[in-house]
């Protein structure tokens, strides 16, 4: 894992909490089949799909931040997090989704596994109970997570040049991605100032809740495929 700063932002709890499951993640089979190029492509299309449909209500939670943000320049942020989701990340399921004969209206019609459907309703429950810190909170588990799994796994000699899954690590990897995580980690460290330690818990709850629906994701797929 790439490791926090030594500055102390509260973005260092979060990940600290986290890492003991995203360390889980790293070590997945599923995961670990993209970075060898070993993981059947059955599973890695019923992950695709699922992700996919996955993919709207996080874009949706985005949204959410949009309607309760006061601040124009916030608005602005959630906003452009909702385009980054619909015709940034969403594009390399697209690509691969063709590579795999899937056409987009089928994916739009895929049903959210009960794993996948419990992952999102809570993202969802939480951003419409909570305060916009809360949203990000939900949000920055997924994004995080995959910033550093991609990150890893093009560590791996070969890995990001794989005919089929490399196109998948080089997204994650990826400056424009990981530039999108960054500024996610700079929001929530600013939404965080100032914030009583009973709030300051209840955003770590919900990242670390959000990075063990993240590790029962990778079992849906590799059990799902």
Known sequence: MNAPGNNQPFTDRLYL???????????????????????????????MLQDY????????VFALGTVKAKDPA????????VDEVLHGEMEIHRAYMKRLGIPEEQAETVKPALPNLSYTSYM???AQAGTVADIVAAILSCSWSYADIGLSLAEIPGA??????????????GEEYQKTNRSLIEL???????????QKAHLEEIFVNCSLYELGFWDMAWQGG
């Open 188 to 198: 929530m460290n600013r939404l965080s100032e100032g914030l009583p330690e009973d």
């Open 160 to 173: 990001a040049d794989h005919p089929f899954f490399g196109e998948w690590i080089q997204g994650y990897a």
């Open 74 to 81: 916030l608005m602005r942020e959630f906003a452009r997090n």
């Open 124 to 126: 969802i429950a939480e």
């Open 17 to 47: 909490s986290a890492a003991p499951i995203w360390k889980k993640c790293m070590e997945h089979p599923f995961v670990k089949g993209i970075g060898d190029g070993s993981l059947p492509l059955e599973k890695f299309r019923y992950f």
């Open 53 to 60: 449909v996955y993919l709207y209500d996080y874009a949706r």
